[in-house]
C-alpha cells in the first residue's frame, strides 16, 4: 500500500489510518498480521481447525482493541501480545487433553515402527503421506511444552522473534525470556536427539514407517490430510533435508520446524475475515 508521495506506508502509519476509521487501511493491517497470527496458533494448538478458531477470536480482540493501542511499542509486538494473551486463556484444546510427556512422546516414537507399504483408498502420493506424518510428529512435539514454554519457543525459535520483543509480548522480563525459552530448547532438542530420526539419521524412526500406525491411531487421514498440501513440496523436502542436517545440533529442530509449509485458512475463514472488517468500520 502506498502512501501519497509513493513511498511504501509502513504498518504503524497504516494503522493510525485504521484508527482514524480508514477500512482500506484497517483491511491492510488485518490482512498483514493474519498470517503470523494463524502460524502461531497452529504451531500452538497443532489442529488447522482449532488454530482458525483461535486466529479468528485473536483478530477479533486486535480489531475491537485497536483503539488502545498507543504506539508505546511496535503493533506487532502489540499484536503477539493480544495472540499470546488469547491462546494461553483458551479452553485446552483437542490436542491438548491427552497428557503427553517429553518422556512419554519418546517412548510412543520407540514403537510402532513399519517397513510395510500402506495401500490408501483413493491412492494417495506415499510423498504425501510422510508430509503429513513428518508435519504432524514434529508440531505435536509442541504439545509437551506447558503453554508457556510452548509460546516462548514458537515465538524464538520457529518465528524468530528477537528476544526483547518476544519477552515484550509474553509480557516478562527479557532475562526470564531467555531462560524460558531455554529450557523449551533444550526439552525440544533432546527429544529429537533421542528419537528423531530426520534430525539425527543414526535413529531408526522414519516418517514412513510411522505411516501405518497414525493410520490406525486416526492421526493420519489419506481422505483428509491436514498438512501436506503440496506434492512437490514434499518431493524436495529431501534436499531440505539435507541442509537441515548440516546446521549444529542445536539448530536442527527449530529448523525442521521452520521448514513445513503452513496451509492458509478455509474460504469461509476468508469470508469471515470480509465480514468483520466490513461489520467495524
Given at each position: ?209 510411522r505411516v501405518a500406525t497414525a493410520m490406525a491411531r486416526g492421526h493420519l487421514d489419506p481422505g483428509r490430510l491436514l498438512f501436506a498440501r503440496s506434492a512437490e513440496q514434499a518431493r524436495r523436502f529431501p534436499e531440505v533435508l ?24 478455509s474460504q469461509e475463514f476468508a469470508e469471515w475475515l470480509r465480514r468483520l472488517i466490513a461489520g467495524v468500520v
Open positions: 500500500m502506498r502512501g501519497r508521495a509513493g513511498d511504501e506506508e509502513t504498518l504503524e502509519e497504516r494503522v493510525r489510518r485504521a484508527q482514524a476509521g480508514d477500512r482500506a487501511a484497517l483491511e491492510s493491517v488485518v490482512r498483514e498480521i493474519q498470517p503470523r497470527m494463524y502460524g502461531l496458533a497452529l504451531r500452538f494448538l497443532w489442529h488447522p481447525d482449532d488454530a482458525q478458531d483461535a486466529t479468528q477470536e485473536i483478530l477479533v480482540r486486535i480489531v475491537t482493541k485497536l483503539g488502545s493501542f498507543r504506539g508505546e511499542s511496535g503493533f506487532g509486538t502489540w499484536a503477539f501480545q493480544v495472540a499470546c494473551n488469547t491462546l494461553r486463556t483458551l479452553r485446552r484444546q483437542r490436542m491438548e487433553r491427552p497428557e503427553m510427556s517429553l518422556e512419554a512422546f519418546a517412548a510412543d516414537l520407540a514403537t510402532g515402527l513399519s517397513d510395510q507399504p500402506v495401500a490408501t483408498t483413493p491412492p494417495v502420493e506415499e510423498s504425501l503421506l510422510w508430509e503429513e506424518v513428518k508435519i504432524g510428529c514434529t508440531t505435536a512435539m509442541l504439545l509437551c511444552l506447558d503453554r508457556e514454554h510452548r509460546l516462548a519457543y514458537i515465538l524464538g525459535e520457529i518465528l524468530e522473534l528477537d528476544h526483547r520483543t518476544a519477552a515484550a509480548a509474553l509480557e516478562v522480563t527479557p532475562d526470564a525470556y531467555r531462560q524460558r525459552l531455554a529450557r523449551a530448547r533444550a526439552a525440544i532438542v533432546g527429544l529429537m536427539k533421542a528419537r528423531c530420526g530426520l534430525a539425527h539419521p543414526e535413529n531408526p524412526c522414519r516418517c514412513r514407517r539435507e541442509e537441515i542436517r548440516r546446521l549444529e545440533e542445536m539448530q536442527r529442530a527449530a529448523a525442521l520446524q521452520r521448514s513445513h509449509f503452513t496451509p492458509p485458512p
